[in-house]
């Protein structure tokens, strides 16, 4: 199987960074894209960044906040987390679309999730 494990969360004054890690384990032949989301008590969940390896896509409401990175030799994906806003607490999940094989078995896979608190 897959596992994601993600750290990092926390507790921060606004204005504070965080620095959200997860790394990918298991039955793993090549990982396509990466992404971070999250969901804050009574909405839905969100795309906050994702990345391939080519590029990297924001939400708005983080753009010039937030940087996506990943290091393909550890399976890992970053999320770089600066200027946070009381609007950025949320439980953050990482994703990761994962081939099982070198004949395929594609899936997304899902991290259990870390909670980030905002406080003014």
């Known amino acids: 199987q897959v596992q994601l494990v993600e750290s990092g969360g926390g507790l921060v004054q606004a204005g504070g960074s965080l620095r959200l890690t997860c790394a990918a384990s298991g039955i793993i032949f090549r990982i396509n894209t990466m992404g971070w989301y999250r969901q804050a008590p009574g909405k839905q969940r969100e795309l906050v960044a994702s990345?391939?390896?080519?590029?990297?896509n924001y939400a708005d409401t983080v753009k010039g906040r937030f940087t996506i990175s990943r290091d393909n030799t550890k399976k890992t994906v970053y999320l770089q987390m600066n200027s946070l806003k009381p609007e950025d607490t949320a439980v953050y999940y990482c994703s990761a679309f994962v081939a099982k094989y070198q004949w395929g078995d594609w899936s997304t896979y899902w991290g259990q999730g870390t909670q980030v608190t905002v406080s003014l």
């Open positions: 990345i391939t390896n080519d590029n990297t």
